[in-house]
């Protein structure tokens, strides 16, 4: 189950990038993949293609496995957390750090909004 979703701060846990920080641009559940803005970057070389696109060497974010990062938790021991599930006391869904039970709110994420509103 996929549980990083688009708009959180991450870690990366593992690998030449460890320790490094970044925020989830997109998530990639079929592969278990996120691009994480400003890290695994890579240079591709372009060849330009008609008038209006430019040729040259352009860099660009990778996707990362989701097993490679894990959650930034402000109030928690190392900075990191899992998540689990629960329901808060509207009966909505919500992602909780399990270190800190305190609630995860994404920049993306409309729990606060009533069904209904615009």
Known sequence: MQRI?????VRIISGKLSTKEGTVLSVNPRNNTAIVEGLNKVKVHKKA???????????IEQPIYLSKIALLAPKAPQGI???K????KEGHKIRVAKK???EIVSS????N???GDK
């Open 5 to 9: 979703k688009k708009g959180d701060k």
């Open 49 to 59: 293609s008609g008038k209006q696109e430019k040729g040259g060497i352009f860099e």
């Open 81 to 83: 957390s899992k998540i």
């Open 85 to 88: 599930y629960t329901k808060n």
């Open 100 to 102: 800190t039970n305190q």
């Open 108 to 111: 993306k994420s409309k729990i």
């Open 113 to 115: 909004t009533p069904v």
